[in-house]
């Protein structure tokens, strides 16, 4: 078993297994901290699994597997899948990066005009329409970097991005997550984002 807190070569093997599939965790460091758990998480999920971020035997029989998620996306874009709760950078049809998120977690809340809301993500077929290449505060909290697809809502970074649903309504990464976005430029103005 290997979990937070753990080093050394084999989770070195377990660092380069998940990126082969496309499991983003920064570097591979050969310790298994926030990134790296956050990999798992996504890869749990992918696979059905318990979303512990622990990798024991269920965990390492989907890493063997291979397991990746298969995007409805045709071409290039961004699906957010609210079942799963995981963002996929899809490239020609192919998962190329795949990312823990927390989405939406349907509870009330007072929406920045006062009024009682549910916190929902939308579904549909979306474009980036809007950028904020650093904090962009609202009434609802900071948001790290976000790349806005409809109307309020956005994929965004947060210290906070736990297993499950958990946000108003965006689609939270890591802070490094969406650096790495903005860095490779994945998500510029007029991307295709998919939620579902």
């Known amino acids: ?11 070195r093997a377990l660092q380069h297994r998940l990126v082969e599939l496309g499991y983003w965790l920064g570097h591979r460091d050969s310790s298994f901290g ?11 999920k992918t696979a059905g699994l318990e979303r512990d971020g622990i990798v024991g035997p269920r965990t390492r029989a989907a890493l063997e597997e291979g397991v990746r998620p298969d995007p ?7 699906e957010i899948d609210l079942d799963r709760q995981i963002l996929i950078v899809v490239r020609r049809g192919n998962p190329y990066i795949v990312l823990n998120t927390s989405t939406g977690n349907g509870e009330e809340y007072t929406s920045s005009a006062g009024n009682p809301a549910i916190a929902t993500t939308p579904t549909g077929s979306f474009e980036v329409f809007r950028q ?9 909290g900071e948001l790290w970097r976000p790349k806005y697809f409809y109307r309020g809502w956005a994929v965004h970074g947060s210290p906070s991005v736990p297993p499950y649903p958990a946000s108003h309504g965006c689609a939270r990464l890591t802070d490094d997550a969406i650096d790495m976005i903005w860095r490779r430029d994945l998500m510029p103005i007029g991307s295709d984002v998919l939620v579902h």
């Open 1 to 11: 078993m290997l979990r937070y807190g753990d080093s050394g070569p084999e989770v």
């Open 34 to 44: 926030p990134l790296t758990q956050q990999a798992v998480f996504a890869l749990q």
């Open 72 to 78: 409805r996306i045709d071409g290039n874009g961004v």
């Open 132 to 140: 904020v290449d650093g904090q962009d505060d609202s009434a609802l």
